[in-house]
């Protein structure tokens, strides 16, 4: 039933040239060009990026570029790996694909009595969500799907992000989660081949991760409510925005629409806000994790499970039929993970129990100028309702703290024409 694969599917076999060029542009005489035509990409340049590697300047590999195809992996993996916002990715939409037939992961390392259990617990939620799917959008519907889910996906990432994220699947947070490790042991094979030793040196280099606190305790299923909270802002943001605008000269100081307008308001990066975002599902926290520029703090998948809030879409609490399959839906998962840790479940694979709809509570810092675009993405009416209502939610407690330059924020046909094309709601909001 599994096929947990991690596949490197493009690779830039000339960047072994332009990783070896870049060791030596810094400490030998010669133009870029010069210094590139003396790398061969041969085991004279592998030897010299060890060396080089091994002092701590990895930079150098940044130049190599790979495409990775994670191909029938859990949401739980998928969750892991996007968190690494140095990447790109693309990842199949359970918004709008019909998932049915998608199947399930079944972590190693069960006994037979909480396979058992695993098992007939998830063929249940597979059920639910295709007699849901029959009452409600399959956005909606979705909530019920498992974190065992097969998902696919592509990311994009140089070497030096992925060499990272490989050692966080082996001896960082991913350790002890079967599946992760099995996935990192895949990668680490096949970078092996064309940088031999240099994932090694990096799993050899001294540093302890934090050992996870995983749950096991779950509580009764319990309707959550959503929200955000502003923790943490500039005191005087206008006045630092003042203070950048006269330092760089180019607009007007304190003229804040012209900046939000800038095609690089830089500026605006120097004011950081802080929120904590209470009640948000799992599927929400996927559209939260993929803005890369930002810092979160993002609890385990277990803990959504284990406090049993979820959510309740209106299109299910409006729908008799719909809301008494969701809500038994999270009734039967809460009893069949209390029978797997009666069973002896280890904390990892009873990850695998939490469903899409489960919430959890994130930290997130965003500065102004990636507000812009958060706001922009996630404000808009074709935005996932959950995460249009969190946005919203955000952009009023910053207009608030600071009406003048926050109330010119917005969804993104606030700064011009629609880009969602036949999409479009066909409702634009003032221009700023």
Not at 279 to 292: G, P, Y
Not at 320 to 328: G, H
Request: hydrophobic share 40%.
């Amino acid at each position: 039933m599994n096929n947990s694969r991690a596949v490197i599917i493009i690779e830039n076999r000339d960047a072994l040239r332009v990783a070896a060029a870049s060791a030596r542009i810094s400490t030998q005489q010669g133009t870029a060009l010069e210094i590139f035509d003396r790398s061969q990409g041969d085991e004279k340049d592998l030897k010299l990026l060890n060396k080089v590697l091994s002092s701590g300047h990895k930079s150098v590999i940044e130049h190599q570029t790979f495409s990775v195809a994670f191909n029938d992996v859990s949401v739980l993996v998928e969750q892991f790996v996007i968190e690494a916002r140095l990447a790109s990715y693309t990842v199949k939409s359970r918004r709008y694909v019909d998932f049915t037939q998608a199947g399930y992961v079944v972590p190693e390392g069960m006994t037979e009595a909480q396979r058992a259990v695993f098992e007939r617990a998830m063929a249940a939620r597979f059920e639910d969500y295709q007699r849901l799917m029959a009452l409600v959008p399959k956005e909606d519907a979705r909530f019920v799907l498992p974190y065992c889910l097969r998902s696919n996906f592509f990311m994009t990432v140089n070497a030096r992000e992925l060499i990272a994220l490989v050692c966080a699947m082996l001896k960082g947070r991913g350790r002890g989660f079967a599946e992760i490790e099995a996935l990192g042991r895949q990668l680490k094979d096949q970078l092996d081949r064309l940088y031999p030793g240099v994932v090694d040196a990096e799993l050899s280099r001294p540093g302890e991760y934090a050992p996870l606190s995983l749950p096991t305790d779950i509580h009764d299923p319990a309707e959550g409510v959503g929200g955000a909270e502003l923790l943490s802002a500039p005191k005087d943001d206008l006045g630092l925005l003042r203070s950048a605008m006269e330092f760089s000269g180019r607009l007007p100081a304190g003229d804040c629409r012209s900046l939000v307008l800038d095609a690089r308001p830089r500026e605006l990066e120097l004011l950081q806000y802080v929120f904590r975002v209470r009640n948000i599902s799992l599927a929400c926290l996927t559209h939260f994790a993929r803005h890369r520029i930002q810092s979160s703090v993002i609890p385990p998948v277990v803990t959504a499970l284990a406090g049993g809030s979820h959510v309740v879409p209106t299109t299910v609490r409006d729908n008799p039929e719909a809301l008494a399959i969701y809500r038994k839906a999270f009734e039967k998962q809460a009893e069949a993970a209390r029978e797997a840790v009666a069973a002896g479940i280890s904390p990892e694979n009873l990850s695998y129990f939490a469903m899409s709809g489960h919430q959890l509570d994130i930290l997130l810092a965003m500065n102004a100028r990636e507000l812009i675009h958060f706001m922009k993405l996630r404000t808009c009416s074709r935005a996932q309702w959950e995460i249009q209502g969190v946005a919203g939610s955000m952009l009023a407690l910053l207009k608030a703290h600071t009406p003048s330059l926050f109330g010119l924020y917005g969804p993104s046909c606030r700064f011009g024409p629609c880009p969602e094309g036949r999409m479009s709601c066909g409702k634009p909001h003032d221009r700023i």
